[in-house]
């Protein structure tokens, strides 16, 4: 089968499109053909450094997939032939998701809702699994609470912005004057030019903050925050301010989930959640798709188109 393969640690050049031998589902494991492969920091971040990620013998990059049962091994019920799925398996372990197909446990999978593309269905996973837990599973996030997402139109932040929103929040986002009106259009309640205007001057009683930035934005937000409010960080516990004591903080690495793939698929299915694409490639220029996404630009997503 085709993959884009890390031939070694490096720039976007270093993606290389190589045959490479089709996987087999073991047990409990169902075997995908990939249609379209979503495309993350993360991606770009383990291709440039050897980042925590215990490799095989091969190097495919990518986690977010979307496409057809091909075949299921030993034990699994969940899924058919035929049916179609979406999921992000095994992360942070590799996948393999730029390529042809992908061997990974069925419960790392969901049913793709019929109303998503496949390479719309691509764009969510690791994105929006990020953003459930972290409003969901950390945060806790209640009707009526007031919610600030940073960098609001961006691959985390647009899924977040709709989540919360979902979920019955006060949806506050930051994001450049251009991207307002999109932001708006995914049901935040305020939106923040972050160029023009320091939102620590004009957020305040906030429960819950989404970091999705870094470079200090944490300790900025700390100052919006709500005593006992909660700061979500995804940029690594460097992050966490020290003098965080009066407020709930943590750093989120998103796991596999599949409840809340689940979840994810039915608020698609209700038309309460839309992924945008910013861009979709063929899966032979994986190394153009990984330099817009290192450039921190997007607005939504950029997706591989692969079958």
């Not at 095989?56 to 030993?74: C, H, K």
């Not at 994986?286 to 188109?305: D, Y």
């Amino acid at each position: 089968m085709r993959a884009v393969v890390i031939s070694e640690f490096g720039g976007p050049e270093v993606l290389k499109v190589s045959e490479v031998a089709k996987p087999e589902p073991g047990l409990n494991e169902i075997l995908v053909r990939v249609h379209a492969a979503g495309v993350n920091p993360v991606d770009w971040k383990t291709r440039a450094a050897d980042a925590l990620i215990a490799w095989g013998e091969t190097r495919i990059s990518g986690w977010d997939v979307s496409g057809t049962v091909e075949a299921v091994g030993p034990g699994v019920t969940l899924f058919a032939p035929g049916d179609e799925v979406f999921g992000m398996p095994r992360f942070p372990l590799p996948a393999g998701g730029y390529a042809e197909y992908v061997a990974a446990p069925a419960r790392h999978f969901a049913r793709k809702p019929a109303e998503l593309s496949h390479a719309e269905a691509a764009a969510v996973p690791l994105a929006a699994l990020t953003a459930w837990q972290a409003l969901t599973d950390t945060a806790g996030v209640e009707p009526g609470q007031r919610v600030l997402v940073h960098a609001a139109a961006g691959g985390v932040g647009h899924f977040a912005v709709q989540i919360a929103k979902a979920l019955g929040a006060h949806v506050i986002g930051t994001a450049s004057a251009a991207k307002h009106d999109f932001v708006r259009s995914l049901g935040a309640d305020e939106v923040i030019d972050y160029r023009t205007t320091a939102f620590e001057e004009v957020v305040s009683d906030v429960d819950v903050a989404i970091d999705t930035v870094g470079n200090g934005y944490g300790a900025r937000s700390l100052k919006v925050l709500k005593p006992g409010g909660t700061l979500i960080t995804l940029n690594g516990p460097d992050e966490i301010p020290a003098d965080a004591e009066a407020f709930r903080t943590g750093w989120t690495l998103v796991e596999p989930d599949f409840h809340g793939m689940n979840a994810i698929a039915a608020l698609a299915a209700e038309g309460k959640l839309k992924p945008a694409l910013d861009t979709v490639l063929p899966l032979e220029e994986a190394a153009k798709a990984h330099e817009i996404v290192e450039q921190g630009r997007t607005t939504g997503k950029v997706v591989l188109s692969v079958a």
